[in-house]
């Protein structure tokens, strides 16, 4: 605990003398056999001092990790290195392997995204951290060692860390594991700590625990952090300054209010804009920033965005724009009289390029200058599309549900033993849940992973005789019918999955793909290559296509080939079971909008099951918010978004960042203690009560209640919410915005 | 340059160039990217492996099937004048002590050879396609029928069997060795198929395919056999290896193939007893099926390698 102690560095960073980190015109190549190179990294430049946060964003493949692993030496051998990384005075690319493990770990550490791969499995979590700690300090025991682990898990936020050090990786859940890796990497004081996707496999409300531990880990260690995301709401509230990667290359460097009000670069305002956000969605439409990055191999001439770039211009497919700075200091008329291969050599702007980056908001586009100066707005270089036209769903919403699922229940028995097995548990995945949804609406169906969403959907769309409950589809029971009026049924229901490459055979055609469904209900071929050029033409895709193989498909593209099939057979009611989760962010607009544009197209109604707040509210009509198998919030999107009264979904909704450092940093917070807790444990009372906010403010004779009686779904208004305190939901929020004042007073 | 024209012919108004490119959704850019199949195709055109095991192959097939009718002599007849005869212009591999002509011979029991082995091993492959495609997909009961039962053939020594029942099939034709070396040969492959369709059968495509209603056998046949038939192709080559071996095994042995039917294994048998003082009646056969059991294999070893890029030499 010395350690952690004696390097107190909470002042904020500062920008003067040497940088910790320099990084310049760092490219990464593989060599690929018989084949074009990849140019990975193509010559990227960044500084980090002391104690400075910076947050590299970009969609995947666009180089952020590559040049990580580089810092660290981790690249396969093949990997080609060229450039300078300077680090605390050393060149890291001219030490040896054998150098470098020194750095590794002691002066620069890195947490990785997956937490479950990167502990080993056969020791527990305590000696690993004592590795750790072991492998740099050799004047240290292996009880100082031990106890030092212990403190460390401590630090971190897990409870009871005595008992929890001696446990192995996979009895921690994923934000635990995370905290761990966290740990690890704090354990001998670093100076640098690179964190590549930290929170991309976990819940939003882990990812919030998981950025305040880490956020509290640096101002321990007063160590830089470098936060690789995809996700702008991630680094909003937390890095000092951003920068965003492109196809192997900075694109905009630049603090983050800077990045965030003012960006300069095109595809920075792309993502920007493409973003739903949780303060204005639902209202407007989303802005889709189309298309996929270029391959690595075959990099295009000129700018690698400007395939995708509204305002690509002819000097844009010429000449790749180099990092200048794009000011309003900057006169326009005067900037244009430059000499043009003076401004984008970044050759000839070398000595001052790293400089430039000290202070300075950088972007590499030719038209920078215009954006920076108001000529283009951000409206002008992604506008807005047209909101819908007809929203007719009110006139239709008196008709009888689509679906309608009273107490349903999935129970999973679980066994021990191989011969004679025998129960000794369940796992209560499904507990008594009850929705539905009218023809042309939306419901959301919202919870963490582990609450119950899928099992919920997978025992609708098994269409039998539930274990306890009922479905009701087209207002018809689906436990007492018969085989050809079930198919019937079938033909109304159909799902969208999570993963659009697992979603679609990779040995068919795509045409074969999405005319399947009809080949069960005997649609003459003919009739079936028809239907699918009209289906490829409604969501977006060329009809020409219906002969190519999924893998030649992009991400986006597959889920538009996914949604579809699921609408071959005109459904009524299509489920989406986290339709965009999988893909990057800057593509998740468009197949939102496109989503919305179907549903009034085509009257659908939707079952959206998701994790993401703001999605759901973008899309749903109807919120269903659920924990450990129950429903425990449930009203109009609208309400239940702007009057949360469920402690739970408080903090789900406050744990979801916002793409905006002003609101993200002046936000009240809920923050939920712990993990979901295993569906197996019979929890008496209130199940939420083990982490909920509001019950440690009760008085004792409220909690009892909490402890005692099962609350119920009950109406509060339009909202019903199973909560036997609703009236006292403030007091969580109030409590949480003041501990936060107090941590952030000394 | 157009950045200056552009410019300048506004004046400082707000310019905002008609977007052409988005509206469109991303089409596919640069190179199509290799289809499966054609990327084993350039894994497998490239290893030398290959092209040795394919037209060696090629040759001994084109050998098998035009060789009698270019020689003069057949299988059965006898030539008096030249009895236990060394190969010479005559008798190019020689004659037996009856004077037999040894490449009649060995031409017609290559043909039954490799007619048994290109039976069998597809026949076993198919055979698991379908046991292991089924217990995998159904789970259940009929998962525990079909793993006892495939359980059981495994336990059960297959030669002996063999041995034991050959009695029955004395007076049947090869036709049904065939049948029983297929049906012996399956086990395995069956036991990783239905492990791979445990893994599929969770895939979503395959759910999709359930939640429209597809029924069980169009799944099995439109999803689950295509994902898997790269292994299947695989086993039905080296298949063919181990069903010639198989049957050479058995014919050696007395319980295969029986005279008048002449196969490589017939031949060897004959020829052991003479393998010190009459080599050619030895040596001519047992070359012949070496060199076919070899060249499958580099066939299949390659395919191997080319599917899964993980095994053996292209690991690093």
């Known amino acids: ?79 080609r290195v060229t450039g300078s990384i300077r680090f605390g005075g050393r060149s890291l690319l001219d030490l040896n392997d054998r150098q470098l493990s020194g750095i590794r770990g002691r002066e620069i550490s890195m947490i ?13 979590v305590g000696d690993q951290i004592a590795e750790a700690l072991l492998l740099h300090d050799f004047a240290l025991g292996k009880r100082a060692a031990q106890a030092r682990a212990v403190e460390l898990l ?185 000499p043009g291969p003076a401004r984008v050599d970044p050759a000839l702007a070398g000595p001052t390029l790293a400089d430039l980056l000290e202070v300075e908001h950088v972007a590499a586009c030719h038209r920078s200058d215009e954006i920076a100066s108001g000529l283009l707005t951000r409206a002008d270089v992604f506008p807005r599309p047209a909101p819908l036209a007809v929203r007719h769903s009110e006139a239709l919403a008196a008709a009888e549900p689509v679906l309608s699922v009273t107490g349903l229940v999935r129970h999973f028995p679980l066994t021990k033993g191989g011969v004679f097995s025998r129960q000794i548990g369940t796992v ?123 893998h030649e498909f992009s991400g986006g593209q597959r889920q538009r080939i996914g949604i579809a099939r699921a609408l071959a057979t005109n459904p009524r009611l299509v489920v989406l079971d986290e339709p965009v989760s999988a893909l ?41 918010v659920m924990y450990l198998g129950r429903i425990v919030e449930y009203g109009p999107v609208a309400e239940v978004f702007a009057r949360p009264r469920h402690p ?66 009950r109406a509060h208004g339009q909202v019903e919410t199973a909560c036997h305190h609703v009236e006292r939901n403030d007091l969580a929020i109030s409590a949480s915005l003041a501990g936060r004042e107090d941590e952030l007073a000394p | 340059m157009s950045l200056l024209e552009e410019t300048n012919t506004a004046g400082g108004t707000p310019v905002v160039t008609p977007a052409p490119g988005p509206a469109v959704p991303d089409v596919i850019s640069g190179r199509t990217p290799l289809s499966r199949g054609r990327l084993i195709w350039r894994r497998l055109s490239g290893a030398s492996r290959f092209w040795v095991g394919a037209i060696a192959i090629a040759a001994i097939l084109l050998w098998a099937i035009l060789g009698p009718l270019l020689y003069p002599y057949n299988a059965t007849g006898r030539d008096p004048l030249n009895m236990g005869l060394g190969p010479t212009q005559l008798h190019w591999f020689g004659t037996n002590n009856i ?13 039954k050879s490799i007619v048994i082995g290109l039976i069998a091993g597809p026949l076993g492959t198919l055979i698991a396609a379908v046991v292991g495609s089924v217990a995998g997909y159904m789970g259940g009961v009929v998962d525990r029928v079909l793993v006892w039962c495939i359980n059981l053939l495994l336990v059960l020594p297959s030669f002996i069997l063999l041995v034991i029942l050959s009695p029955l099939f004395r007076g049947l034709s090869w036709v049904f060795l065939t049948i029983f070396i ?46 898997v038939a790269s292994l299947l192709i695989i086993d039905a080559t080296l298949g063919v290896v181990a069903s010639i071996l198989a049957e050479t095994g058995l014919s050696y042995f007395g319980f295969g193939i029986r005279a008048p039917d002449v196969s490589l294994g017939t031949l060897l048998a004959e020829g052991t007893s003479a393998a010190v003082t009459r080599p050619w009646l030895f040596v001519f056969p047992a070359g012949v099926l070496i060199l076919t059991l070899f060249a499958v294999s580099l066939i299949g070893d390659a395919l191997r390698d080319a599917v899964d890029p993980t095994s053996g030499v292209n690991r690093d």
């Open chain 1, 1 to 79: 605990m010395t350690n952690l102690v004696s390097v107190p560095d909470p002042s904020a960073p500062t920008r003067a003398g040497d940088p910790l980190l320099e990084v310049t015109d760092l490219s990464v190549t593989f060599p690929q056999r018989g084949g074009p190179d990849v140019n990975a990294v193509r010559g990227i430049s960044y500084r980090v001092h002391k104690g400075e946060f910076l947050g590299i964003v970009g969609e995947s493949g666009s180089g952020k990790s590559v040049s990580s692993l580089a810092l660290m030496g981790l690249l396969p051998s093949s990997a």
């Open chain 1, 112 to 124: 990785f995204q997956d937490p479950l791969s990167a502990l080993t499995p056969v020791y527990t």
């Open chain 1, 154 to 338: 401590k630090v971190v936020g897990i409870p009871a860390p005595e008992r929890r050090a001696k446990a192995f990786p996979h009895e921690f859940s994923g934000g635990m594991r995370q905290r761990a890796m966290i740990a690890m990497a704090i354990a001998n004081d670093p100076q640098l700590i690179i964190a590549d996707e930290p929170t991309t496999a976990l819940d939003v409300t882990i990812q919030a625990q998981i950025l305040e531990v880490l956020e509290k880990a640096k101002d321990l260690t007063g160590a830089a952090v470098v936060l690789i995301t995809h996700d702008l709401g991630v680094v909003a509230g937390h890095a000092d300054r951003i920068a965003v990667m492109y196809a192997g290359k900075l694109v905009e460097n630049g603090t983050t209010t800077e990045v965030f009000a003012e960006p300069h670069m095109p595809y920075t305002i792309g993502l920007l804009r493409s973003v739903p956000n949780m303060q204005s969605a639902g209202t407007e439409r989303l802005v889709p920033l189309e298309g996929r990055p270029p391959s690595l191999t075959a990099l295009p001439r000129g700018c690698p965005f400007a395939a995708r770039c509204p305002i690509a211009i002819d000097v844009c497919r010429e000449t790749e724009p180099g990092l200048l700075v794009h000011g309003v200091a900057v006169p326009n008329e005067l900037a244009l009289q430059l």
């Open chain 1, 428 to 550: 209560r995945a499904v507990d008594g849940v009850s929705f539905s949804i009218q023809a042309g609406q939306t419901l959301g169906l919202v919870g963490e992973s582990g609450c119950g969403k899928s099992t919920t959907i997978l025992e609708i769309l098994e269409m039998t005789r539930p274990q306890a409950g009922r479905i009701l589809i087209d207002g018809k029971d689906v436990a007492g019918l018969g085989r050809a009026e079930l198919l019937r049924l079938r033909k109304d229901v159909q799902i969208v999955f999570q993963d659009p490459m697992a979603a679609l055979d990779p040995r068919l055609p795509i045409g074969d793909i999405i005319g399947e469904p009809l080949t069960v209900h005997g649609v003459k071929p003919d009739a079936r290559r028809g239907r699918v050029a009209e289906l490829l033409d409604l969501v977006g895709l060329d009809p020409q296509m219906a002969d190519r193989y999924p």
């Open chain 1, 584 to 624: 990057d962010v800057s593509i998740q607009a468009g197949v939102i909008n496109l989503l919305e544009d179907l549903k009034e197209k085509l009257n659908l109604s939707y079952l959206f099951v998701a994790h993401d707040l703001a999605i759901v509210r973008q899309i749903a009509d109807t919120v269903a």
């Open chain 1, 648 to 713: 739970y979904t408080q903090a789900l909704i406050s744990a979801a960042p916002i793409p905006d450092p002003v609101i993200e940093r002046s936000r009240k917070r809920v923050l939920l203690e712990g993990d979901l807790p295993s569906p197996t444990e019979q929890i008496d009372g209130c199940n939420f009560r083990s982490r909920c906010p509001l019950y440690t403010l009760l008085a004792d004779s409220d909690q009892a209640l909490c402890a005692t009686v099962d609350p119920v779904l």
């Open chain 2, 99 to 111: 004077g037999q002509d040894l490449y009649a011979q060995t031409l017609v029991g290559l043909q």
């Open chain 2, 182 to 227: 297929a049906g012996f040969s399956w086990m395995i492959m069956a036991q990783v198929v239905r492990s791979q369709t445990r893994s599929l059968r969770d895939r979503d495509f395959v759910k999709a395919a359930r939640y429209m209603g597809v029924p069980i056998p169009t799944i099995l046949g439109r999803h689950i056999i295509p994902n």
